[in-house]
């Protein structure tokens, strides 16, 4: 049942911290990836006039055709807007010590910042009339855990 008073929900802007490794499962062949944002935050210490930045990691899990897009699209260093749900899980290491991680189930992943101009890009633009793909144009995901149907 779901406690209509309660909100479960993570919306971060950060830069990718390693390209996202995409691994399927092994009964359902369902895809999920995983990567790492990490978010700045800048604060002012009055008593010693400086300026500090701190930054935060955090760990992104996509399953489905979102994870499909991530492998696809995301890269090192890449702003993005990520959208979803915190998820904590447990396991037992090696030694038997029972670990705990928490990360954000991502639900829309948005490409943010300049669009990089590849080398297949620049080919296309110089032998083609066509109009280069705007950001706005690519997908940009939105899929819960269980629902592979959803289109981006």
Not at 38 to 60: M, Q, S
Not at 94 to 121: H, P, S, W
Not at 130 to 148: A, I, K, Q, T
Request: glycine share 6%; with cysteine.
């Amino acid at each position: 049942m779901r406690d209509i008073n309660s909100l479960n929900r993570v919306m971060l802007i950060g830069h990718i911290g390693q390209k996202p490794e995409l691994r399927y499962l092994p009964q359902t062949e369902r895809p999920v990836a995983r990567f790492t944002l990490a978010t700045n935050e800048r604060f002012f210490n009055p008593n010693t006039n400086e300026t500090n930045d701190r930054t935060e990691w955090h760990r992104v899990v996509a399953w489905g055709k979102l994870a499909e897009f991530c492998e696809k699209y995301l890269d090192r260093g890449r702003q993005i807007y990520v959208e979803g749900k915190l998820r904590t899980r447990n396991w037992q290491d090696k030694e038997g010590n029972k670990r705990y991680t928490t990360e954000v189930t991502a639900q829309t992943i948005v490409l943010l910042g300049k669009r990089e101009v590849t080398l297949e890009d620049q080919k296309m633009e110089s032998t083609s009339d066509s109009f280069p793909v705007e950001e706005s144009s690519l997908p940009s995901g939105g899929e819960d855990e269980g629902d592979d149907e959803v289109p981006f």
